[in-house]
Every structure is written in C-alpha cells, then in structure tokens.
C-alpha cells in the first residue's frame, strides 16, 4: 500500500513539473527580459497661478538615467519637452505661457537616456488674466498733506487681502520724477521734497494668495497736490466791533485763533452788529484751496449760520464789506460740525483773507471760534 501511494506521489509532482514548463512556454513571447523599466516619475507635480500662465514645478529626479520630461494639457493636443540635465535647483520649473483665464489639467511623463517613459503625474492649476484684474479696486487716498520742509505724507485706506504694494510717483524740487513703493501693510507714505502745486500719481499692484505674478493697475493721477497747512507764526488779526474779553483767563482776542489752543479764541464784542467782520494778514501770498474753523467746544455757543471767505492780495479792513471786495472765494452754511472745512471751488491766491458772518442764530447775537487755520499748495 505505501509503495502505491509513493507511485502515485511521483506521478502526480511529474505531471506538475510539465505542466509548468508548457504554462512558461505559451507566456514567454509576453515576458520582457529582467522585467519592465519605468524611469522616477514626476514627483510631488503641482501647479502654481500665474498671469496668463501656469508654473509647474516636480522634485528634481534622484534617478541621473532621467534626462526629458514631457508635459502634456489640452487633452494631449498640445505638449512641450523639458531638457532635465541642466537642473540644478531641488526643483524643476516649468513655465506654461500664453495660456487663456482658466483651468488646466497637466500630465507630465519622463524619460530615460534610454527612451523608456514613466507612468503619468497629473496636476492641475487656475490661470487669472483680464477678468481677474477688472474685479481689482484701487487703494484710495484719505488725504495727503506736506509740511514746510516739502515732506509729502500721504494717508491711505482701507486694503484688500490680494494687495501687494502701492507706488507713487511724484516731481520733487528740482523737477526729478520719483516713485516711492508703499507695502500694503502700511497706512502711511513719506515722499520727500515733493514740488508744491503739483499733482502725484498713485497706483496699486495685486498678487492672488496662491498666485506668483504680480498686476499693477494704470496710474491714476490724484485730484490735488499735496496740501499744505500754512504757517500761523506771524499772522495778525482784528475784528470788525473787537472782541469781547471772557473773563475766564482765556481772553477772547483775535489773536488767540492762531495759537492752536482750542480752549482759546475770539468772542465778538457784546452789542456789535452784523455782518461780523474777522480780517486776517498771512504776511505772504499763499495759493489757498481751503480753511478750517473751528468754534467752541460748547455746542450752545456755536452761533454760526452763513460765512462767507474772501482771498486777496488787497487789505480787508475790518468793516462792512464793500464793492471793492469783489465776489467771495466761498460762500457756506455751517454744519454744526467740530471742525468746519470751505473748500473753495478752485484755488485761489491771496496775503489776505476776511471772514464775514452775516447773521446768527436767533436770540444769539454773537460769534466766537477758537481756531483758523488754512490749507494749500
């Protein structure tokens, strides 16, 4: 019995043994010899956005056999080889140009010194172009303003999350064109000595989160040049009826409005008529395109209601106005703001300027404020 079995075994590992070497037979024209090659495939394939264009960028091959890449998009109708020899970087760029605002899908396939290929590495990536850059909004100036050393300083507002930085270009004294560059984390600019009475230009430059160039907009050109807060040092004032004294210490005298104490200023004398006359000499022509008044800080002592501002380079007596005073630079109702600013409708130049209050608030026969100050170029 156990030589039957026995038998039986070694027919049975016989038959295996031919079966197998029949099976290799029929498979072996399949088999490449010492198997299949694959090249090191793109690693870590990613896109990056651009304008107009894509970046890809892959792990530079550990692999020295690898020497081509191929990218391929547009579903393989368009395709672009990569010489990958002279990489000395940690990693491949591969820029896409002229591409349309949109999504794209990259396949990227190596190659050997050999020609064998690797399997397929896929990324893809969003392009932004014109449509991206008509939703942009320039950043907006709150004011700008210089000093007496012709130091411009500029204020600005609000940013949005994809602003890069702002540039302005300004003529300074000696009629040089400057630009100056603004992070989009700052609020303020210096440009210095910026020529008086002309105007700057401004623009800004975004750059999306995940995207690498930058757009700039078109340069815009500010309404104003930078304006100027005159210097109050030797100006003299006097009032058309006086003044009168306020017997707390802080006077009530014409010349207080320029002393920038706001607790400080000209009361009209009690009893004096209207139109109240305030005439101010700068000691020099300015060329004017504002200026602020500003009253007391206690509302029921606010008496305003109409002023008129005039400018000139003749003296304003302080009296009723005349003919020979010609039209005003501005003519305004107050607000009942803290600080009142006239803007003229256009600048205006002059030594001197006058202040005429034509009337009151019923059952308050006075005027009073505390400060004058003017603006320009």
């Not at 058309?240 to 006077?251: A, E, L, Q, R, S």
């Not at 107050?334 to 059952?363: K, Q």
């Amino acid at each position: 019995m156990k030589k039957i079995l026995y038998f039986l075994s070694v027919t049975l590992i016989t038959l295996g043994i031919f079966s197998c070497k029949d099976q290799d037979e029929v498979y072996k024209e399949f088999v490449v010899l010492n198997g299949i090659t694959y090249p090191q495939k793109a690693d870590s394939l990613r896109a990056v956005s651009g304008y107009n264009r894509l970046i890809l960028k892959w792990m530079k091959p550990m692999d020295p056999s690898v020497v081509k890449a191929r990218v391929y998009w547009n579903n393989y109708t368009d395709s672009l080889d990569v010489d990958l020899t002279n990489v000395t970087d940690d990693w491949v760029n591969v820029s896409i140009p002229d591409l349309g605002e949109g999504t794209y899908t990259f396949n990227v396939r190596t190659f050997d010194k050999d020609g064998n290929s690797s399997i397929l590495t896929e990324a893809t990536g969003t392009s932004y172009g014109e449509y991206y850059k008509i939703t942009l909004t320039e950043r907006l100036v709150e004011n700008a303003t210089r000093d007496r050393n012709y130091t411009g300083t500029i204020k600005w507002g609000a940013v949005t999350s994809d602003l890069a930085y702002t540039e302005i270009r300004y003529v300074s004294n000696s009629g040089e064109k400057k630009v100056v560059r603004m992070p989009a984390n700052q609020n303020t600019i210096e440009c210095l000595d910026a020529k008086p009475a002309v105007p700057f230009e401004f623009r800004s430059s975004f750059v999306p989160s995940s995207g690498l160039d930058t757009i700039s907009l078109d340069w815009t050109t500010y309404d104003t040049p930078f304006m100027y807060q005159f210097s109050r040092d030797d100006w003299t004032a006097e009032a058309k009826n006086g003044n009168h004294d306020w017997g707390d210490g802080k006077g009530g005298f014409p010349y207080l409005v320029f002393d920038g104490d706001k607790t400080s200023g000209w009361h009209s004398k009690v009893g004096s008529s209207f139109p109240q006359v305030f005439s101010i000499d700068m000691k020099q022509s300015q060329i004017m395109t504002s200026c602020v008044i500003v009253p007391p800080s206690q509302t029921n002592w606010r008496y305003w209601v109409d002023i008129q501002v005039y400018v000139g380079d003749k003296p304003y007596p302080a009296s009723d106005p005349d003919a020979s005073w010609g039209e005003p630079a501005a003519s305004v109702t107050y607000d009942g703001s803290s600080e009142f600013t006239i803007n003229f409708p256009e600048a205006i130049t002059g030594r001197y300027v006058a202040l005429v209050f034509p009337n009151s608030l019923p059952g308050s026969p006075y005027i009073s404020f505390m400060e004058f100050s003017a603006l320009g170029y």
